[in-house]
Each structure stands twice: as C-alpha cells, then as structure tokens.
C-alpha cells in the first residue's frame, strides 16, 4: 500500500517565489515510488498575490490545499495550523524559498521508511546566509543548549520529516506562545539527520528582521527555560553579599581612622548599578509574567479564514 505523505509550506509575501518552488518541488514528490502526497499551503495573511497564485495552483492540481488565514499570526501559527491540517503518514515542513533543497526529501522518506520517526536537515554549510547570522545562531544554539533542559540540535531549521505519531504528539501540546524548534526536540522520538548545503534564496526577500530574530531567541529562552529568571536570584544574593562587607569594611574604617566625609562618585555609581539591575530583572519578570497573561486568555492559535 502507498503511504500517504504531506508537505507543509508556511507562505507570508512569496508571490516572487511560487512558480519556482513548485516547479521545484514537483518532480522531486512525483519521483518518490510508493507514495501519495498533498502539498498543504498555509497563506499566512500575505498582502500581495500569493494567495492568488497558490489557489490557481489548487484548481489545476487537487493535491494542493490551501489554507487561508484571518491575518498575518507568524510562522509559528502557520506551521501549527499545518499540522492541524496534514493527513499523511510523515508530514515534511520546508520552506518556499528552497533555502533547503528538496533534492534531499527522498531520502528522508527513505529514513523513515528504514524506521526513523523524525528525519532532520542539518546544515552543514550556511555560507550563503551572512557572517553575523551565522554567528549569532550559533550563539543562541550554544547558549539556549546550556541553560535550557531540551536540547535543540544545532544548524537545524523547520526543514524536517515526521511520522505521524510525532506530529500527533505535537498537536497535544497546548500552549499558545510558540516555540516550534523547541516543540519539536521536546517531544522526543527516534531521530536522525541528512546533511545539506543551505543555498541563497530563491527569489524573494527575507522576511526575518535582526529585531525579529532577537525576540525569536528570547521567546526560546523563556520557553524551555527558567534559567534567565533564576540569574537575578543569583545577582540579587551576590549583590546582599558584596554590600555586607562593604558595610563592614566602613565600619571598621571608622573605628580606626574615624569617620571622613565620602566622596559622591562611589555612591553615584553604586545607586546606578543596582539600580539597573533591578529594572532588568523586573523586565526579566515581565517576560515571563507576559507570557503567563497570554496563555491564559485561551485564545486559539490561529484563524482559519478559508480552505481551499
């Protein structure tokens, strides 16, 4: 029997990119034996013509679905309401700017099929993104892998295959405050990884900010960590510390050369520091109390607008 297979595509603004994605993606679906597939297309409150070029594709080849969603939610959104949406026995995300290729997709079927439940694409070459991207997401890979309790696999992107026991497992999760990389190694399962090359974007540009980027980082940080909270813990008792044998040091100051009149800059300084250090750890709490206040609200990830 054939097994079924679904490609989850997140679109957000890549009309310039469709007709190649899927003169790409096509053949490499059609060559895989044994399988059937859809490609589930989740238009993600685009503003230019990509939910019209995704539903003519639709009415051409059955095995496209579209989903439309009520606005702009993020790609953490999309890819949930992709999950939602797929039917197969292995559901593969990629993107539609062929950043990861989708020559390798046979082989992560064929992974699978030898018993693998997850099927990662590693990069192991990202010389097309730039020097400071390159540096930075290994620095929130190293840093999130140390204070964190789930590991995320370094140089690993959306781009992987998973059976459906995985992608069952995923859906069980409720939380509304999204980190799916997070998601995605907390769930667990029998997992291997392909290497490729990551290439340039297809067409298109990037819809990823540096101040985007920073508050993808720190919503990974708060979500699957307590760490950045405790710190303050931490600086607070360092703080108590230093500010004891301070005061025994004036102390004894006192009793052996009297009282002189201080100076004003090491109470300036001092009044700062902890000063700043207090309002970053109340924004610390804020982060997490911030997080708090959405979940509980309940409100659904996404809005479905229409399918088609």
Request: hydrophobic letters at 45%; proline letters at 4%.
């Amino acid at each position: 029997m054939a097994s079924q297979l679904s490609l989850i595509v997140p679109f957000w603004n890549e009309e310039a990119a469709i007709s190649h994605f899927v003169r790409s993606i096509l053949p490499v679906l059609d060559g895989i034996a044994d399988t059937d597939w859809e490609i589930v297309c989740v238009d993600d409150g685009s503003s230019d013509g990509t939910l019209r070029e995704l539903i003519g594709f639709c009415e051409t080849d059955r095995r496209f679905r579209v989903l439309e969603l009520s606005r702009n939610f993020g790609k953490e959104a999309a890819l949930t309401a992709g999950l939602d949406a797929a039917t197969g026995d292995a559901v593969i995300i990629i993107d539609a700017d062929l950043q990861d290729p989708p020559e390798i997709i046979p082989k992560m079927v064929q992974a699978w099929r030898d018993g693998a439940e997850v099927v990662l694409g590693k990069r192991i070459d990202r010389s097309s993104d730039s020097l400071l991207k390159r540096k930075t997401a290994s620095w929130f890979y190293a840093l999130h892998n140390r204070l964190a309790h789930i590991r995320i696999p370094g140089n690993v992107g959306d781009f992987r295959l998973m059976d459906r026991c995985v992608v069952e497992a995923l859906k069980r999760l409720p939380e509304r405050q999204r980190f799916m990389k997070g998601l995605f190694a907390w769930v667990g399962f029998r997992t291997v990884s392909i290497d490729y090359v990551r290439a340039p974007r297809a067409a298109g540009m990037t819809k990823f900010s540096g101040y985007s980027l920073w508050n993808f980082a720190l919503e990974g940080f708060t979500s699957f960590s307590s760490a950045p909270i405790r710190l303050w813990t931490y600086l607070g008792t360092a703080g108590a510390l230093l500010s004891m044998f301070y005061a025994l040091f004036i102390v004894l100051r006192t009793i052996v050369w009297g009282n002189p009149v201080p100076g004003y800059t090491s109470l300036f300084v001092a009044i700062i520091f902890f000063s700043s250090v207090q309002i970053i750890s109340i924004g610390m709490l804020g982060e997490y109390i911030g997080r708090i206040y959405m979940e509980t609200k309940q409100r659904p990830i996404y809005v479905l607008r229409r399918t088609y």
